[in-house]
């Protein structure tokens, strides 16, 4: 059944409190009783509706002053002062009215002044839609926050069905993603987000939006958490006083959605409002929700996502001054925002002001002083450290958590984990970096392998430890990338590849470490009887003692690459490598000669 949008002889006007409406509704046209979705942008009973494309909405305005009691001289972010547009946003006054309050025929005269419509009671299933927000102790914000995504429907005999289905089926979608310790759907949507029109957070199969529907996906907020004792914990009605939501002492909540309401934003995922967080009611809930919750985060700002990024802290002006950039709280040192840059020519800065940092002049990118210069070639550096794995992991080098733990977490994403490990708070550090290595795709795995020149010094040597990682030199991220898989055996919890090897090969001249570069020889008797030498080089700065050595091509045997990279261990009965370290094979034409079957063979082998 399609709404009935017929000319009104009395249109239902809301009270005072809604006069951020400045403009009254047109009349619109008859609707259609034969249900015909011409007039409607989703033909998909499954999809969102949108509102028939002759709806006129009314233009709104949301001001800081009202909403806050500032004064708008005294607000300096410009794009904080004001809300004007037609997006169908209402007053936070009128949001905190009890539904109770209005009844239901007030609650379906303000959704229809607010949407343009004009339903009455005789509608379908409106009046039990309706008597179940007073029943549930709704405000009219969530009442409306939770029903405008379907107000437009072309069926209201089935929509109580439909909110039903939707409900389960996002139950049933987060019960499937984790499966034991792992998340076995990384691109899981956020379970809530906060609806800027009602100014309340929704959960996300309220809003309709389809998981790949990435045009209309919500936009990221990103900021720098402040310090603790420049921030204050809020019982706030927009999360419906489910735990306080910590934000900078000298900033409002309001001034946050007025300002993504003029960036174009309808939906938006802030951690502080729909993360749950410490101190609500549900303990318990939280820590249930955070194993899913937290390690997915990185899923809501990628795949060309739209941040909304805060250098200054959540909903504060955009400024620098000496010692912004080496505190622990700069934005570019948080461990978290490491995989928070988003789409780096659609990003956008907020708490912007005319005369703020963004808009120095420079020449030649030299700023007017050596902070502005630091700051603008920082904002440059955001651009693709997370494409390269040892220049992302030097960015995690620097930065810092309030829970040790986090910087691993963050790395999930970036790292390119097919599937990605459960969150646990107090997890030690080497068993989270295990937990990730252990789903990273065999290529990522195989650049520790192959790469990294130190044997591991935790549980496996195939590999760096958390530790090696956070505190050593990483090698450089020009290195080629390798063509030899490691993968991983769940059952039996073991490591393994498949490559060309050099069963014995006795290795010289790489155990003194002088600086630079080093040279020496491989020396490699034949299955025939002939004796082979080769030239190797190691640019890196670890030991290689002289010795006879098992080792595993980590390339392909052909002139495509440059060097031709080889780990370096010895062999264990059962298959099993214990890497010593890695080096090259520099001469082109030497390669050749390791296709001979005599010095090389395809094995497995089973990394320990």
Same mark, same amino acid.
């Given at each position: 059944?399609?709404?009935?949008?017929?000319?009104?002889?009395?249109?239902?006007?809301?009270?005072?409190?809604?006069?951020?409406?400045?403009?009254?509704?047109?009349?619109?046209?008859?609707?259609?009783?034969?249900?015909?979705?011409?007039?409607?942008?989703?033909?998909?009973?499954?999809?969102?509706?949108?509102?028939?494309?002759?709806?006129?909405?009314?233009?709104?305005?949301?001001?800081?002053?009202?909403?806050?009691?500032?004064?708008?001289?005294?607000?300096?972010?410009?794009?904080?002062?004001?809300?004007?547009?037609?997006?169908?946003?209402?007053?936070?006054?009128?949001?905190?009215?009890?539904?109770?309050?209005?009844?239901?025929?007030?609650?379906?005269?303000?959704?229809?002044?607010?949407?343009?419509?004009?339903?009455?009671?005789?509608?379908?299933?409106?009046?039990?839609?309706?008597?179940?927000?007073?029943?549930?102790?709704?405000?009219?914000?969530?009442?409306?926050?939770?029903?405008?995504?379907?107000?437009?429907?072309?069926?209201?005999?089935?929509?109580?069905?439909?909110?039903?289905?939707?409900?389960?089926?996002?139950?049933?979608?987060?019960?499937?993603?984790?499966?034991?310790?792992?998340?076995?759907?990384?691109?899981?949507?956020?379970?809530?987000?906060?609806?800027?029109?009602?100014?309340?957070?929704?959960?996300?199969?309220?809003?309709?939006?389809?998981?790949?529907?990435?045009?209309?996906?919500?936009?990221?907020?990103?900021?720098?958490?402040?310090?603790?004792?420049?921030?204050?914990?809020?019982?706030?009605?927009?999360?419906?006083?489910?735990?306080?939501?910590?934000?900078?002492?000298?900033?409002?909540?309001?001034?946050?959605?007025?300002?993504?309401?003029? @960036?174009?934003?309808?939906?938006?995922?802030?951690? !502080?409002?729909?993360?749950?967080? #410490?101190? $609500? =009611?549900?303990?318990? +809930? *939280?820590?249930?929700?955070?194993?899913?919750?937290?390690?997915?985060?990185?899923?809501?700002?990628?795949?060309?996502?739209?941040?909304?990024?805060?250098?200054?802290?959540?909903?504060?002006?955009?400024?620098?001054?000496?010692?912004?950039?080496?505190?622990?709280?700069?934005?570019?040192?948080?461990?978290?925002?490491?995989?928070?840059?988003?789409?780096?020519?659609?990003?956008?800065?907020?708490?912007?002001?005319?005369?703020?940092?963004?808009?120095?002049?420079?020449?030649?990118?030299?700023?007017?002083?050596?902070?502005?210069?630091?700051?603008?070639?920082?904002?440059?550096?955001?651009?693709?450290?997370?494409?390269?794995?040892?220049?992302? @992991?030097?960015?995690?080098?620097?930065?810092?958590? !309030?829970?040790?733990?986090?910087? #691993?977490? $963050? =790395?999930?994403?970036? +790292? *390119?984990?097919?599937?990605?490990?459960?969150?646990?708070?107090?997890?030690?550090?080497?068993?989270?970096?295990?937990?990730?290595?252990?789903?990273?795709?065999?290529?990522?795995?195989?650049?520790?392998?192959?790469?990294?020149?130190?044997?591991?010094?935790?549980?496996?040597?195939?590999?760096?430890?958390?530790?090696?990682?956070?505190?050593?030199?990483?090698?450089?991220?020009?290195?080629?990338?390798?063509?030899?898989?490691?993968?991983?055996?769940?059952?039996?919890?073991?490591?393994?590849?498949?490559?060309?090897?050099?069963?014995?090969?006795?290795?010289?001249?790489?155990?003194?470490?002088?600086?630079?570069?080093?040279?020496?020889?491989?020396?490699?008797?034949?299955?025939?009887?002939?004796?082979?030498?080769?030239?190797?080089?190691?640019?890196?700065?670890?030991?290689?003692?002289?010795?006879?050595?098992?080792?595993?091509?980590?390339?392909?045997?052909?002139?495509?690459?440059?060097?031709?990279?080889?780990?370096?261990?010895?062999?264990?009965?059962?298959?099993?490598?214990?890497?010593?370290?890695?080096?090259?094979?520099?001469?082109?034409?030497?390669?050749?000669?390791?296709?001979?079957?005599?010095?090389?063979?395809?094995?497995?082998?089973?990394?320990?």
């Amino acid at each position: 059944m399609t709404p009935d949008l017929s000319p009104r002889s009395a249109h239902p006007e809301p009270p005072s409190d809604v006069g951020s409406q400045t403009s009254s509704m047109e009349e619109q046209p008859s609707g259609d009783a034969s249900g015909d979705s011409d007039t409607f942008s989703e033909p998909d009973d499954d999809g969102p509706w949108h509102p028939p494309k002759n709806i006129s909405l009314p233009e709104v305005n949301i001001y800081a002053f009202t909403e806050t009691g500032q004064k708008e001289s005294s607000i300096i972010v410009p794009l904080q002062r004001v809300y004007t547009g037609t997006k169908p946003a209402i007053s936070s006054h009128l949001a905190d009215t009890p539904c109770a309050t209005l009844g239901v025929q007030g609650i379906l005269n303000l959704l229809n002044a607010t949407l343009a419509t004009s339903y009455s009671l005789a509608t379908p299933s409106l009046s039990s839609l309706l008597d179940e927000c007073i029943e549930n102790n709704w405000d009219f914000g969530t009442a409306y926050g939770r029903l405008r995504r379907i107000w437009y429907t072309r069926d209201w005999r089935t929509i109580q069905d439909t909110l039903r289905k939707w409900e389960e089926e996002d139950r049933k979608m987060r019960r499937k993603a984790l499966v034991g310790n792992q998340i076995i759907n990384p691109g899981l949507p956020p379970r809530r987000v906060w609806d800027l029109l009602s100014n309340r957070v929704v959960p996300w199969w309220s809003t309709g939006i389809l998981i790949d529907d990435w045009k209309r996906r919500p936009q990221p907020i990103s900021h720098a958490w402040m310090d603790e004792k420049d921030r204050v914990n809020v019982r706030t009605l927009i999360n419906g006083y489910e735990w306080p939501v910590p934000i900078p002492k000298d900033t409002s909540l309001k001034l946050v959605r007025i300002e993504t309401l003029n @960036l174009g934003a309808e939906y938006v995922w802030l951690d !502080v409002l729909c993360l749950r967080q #410490v101190g $609500g =009611l549900r303990e318990d +809930m *939280r820590t249930e929700e955070w194993k899913l919750d937290v390690p997915t985060i990185g899923a809501v700002y990628s795949n060309g996502a739209v941040p909304v990024i805060y250098l200054s802290g959540l909903g504060r002006p955009l400024t620098l001054k000496e010692g912004d950039l080496d505190s622990d709280r700069s934005w570019f040192r948080r461990a978290w925002t490491l995989q928070e840059v988003g789409d780096s020519v659609k990003r956008v800065f907020a708490g912007d002001m005319p005369d703020g940092p963004l808009h120095a002049k420079h020449k030649d990118r030299k700023y007017e002083t050596p902070l502005l210069t630091r700051f603008h070639k920082q904002l440059a550096s955001m651009e693709d450290v997370s494409d390269l794995l040892f220049e992302a @992991l030097e960015d995690m080098q620097k930065r810092v958590s !309030v829970n040790p733990v986090d910087k #691993v977490a $963050g =790395l999930a994403f970036v +790292m *390119r984990c097919k599937t990605i490990p459960a969150y646990y708070e107090s997890q030690s550090l080497e068993d989270a970096w295990t937990a990730i290595v252990n789903l990273m795709a065999g290529v990522v795995r195989g650049q520790f392998f192959s790469v990294y020149p130190e044997p591991g010094n935790a549980d496996r040597k195939w590999r760096p430890s958390w530790d090696q990682l956070m505190t050593k030199s990483l090698p450089a991220s020009d290195v080629l990338d390798p063509d030899n898989d490691v993968n991983w055996d769940d059952v039996m919890d073991a490591d393994w590849c498949v490559g060309p090897c050099i069963e014995k090969g006795s290795v010289r001249g790489l155990a003194v470490v002088e600086g630079g570069n080093r040279h020496g020889q491989l020396i490699v008797k034949g299955k025939d009887g002939m004796r082979h030498q080769f030239k190797i080089t190691a640019t890196h700065t670890y030991s290689i003692p002289a010795d006879t050595y098992t080792l595993i091509c980590v390339d392909e045997l052909s002139l495509k690459f440059r060097l031709q990279n080889w780990v370096v261990g010895r062999r264990l009965p059962g298959e099993r490598f214990e890497k010593v370290s890695v080096l090259q094979i520099p001469d082109k034409e030497e390669w050749r000669q390791l296709e001979d079957p005599h010095i090389t063979e395809w094995c497995r082998n089973i990394l320990v």
